[in-house]
């Protein structure tokens, strides 16, 4: 996930694929790595964001994306 550019990553949903987070930090460190820390920060954001988690996945995002989000 990481390499000379900046990615950005945020989580989506595993059903409809939508972006429901946009981690605000870089990002460095093994996919696991990766997918830890987001999960964790987003858990850190409220814990009865612990019952979606399930339902998410780390991924990349788009300039476009960021612009359109929230």
């Known amino acids: 996930m990481t390499g000379n550019q900046p990615v950005k990553v945020g989580l989506r949903s595993k059903i409809t694929n939508e972006l429901v987070a946009v981690y605000p930090y870089s990002i460095n460190g093994s996919p696991k ?3 830890k820390k987001v999960f964790d920060w987003y858990y850190a954001q409220g814990c009865a964001n612990e019952n979606e988690l399930p339902n998410l996945f780390v991924d990349t995002v ?9």
């Open 62 to 70: 788009t300039d476009g994306e960021l612009k359109s989000f929230h």
């Open 33 to 35: 790595e990766v997918e």
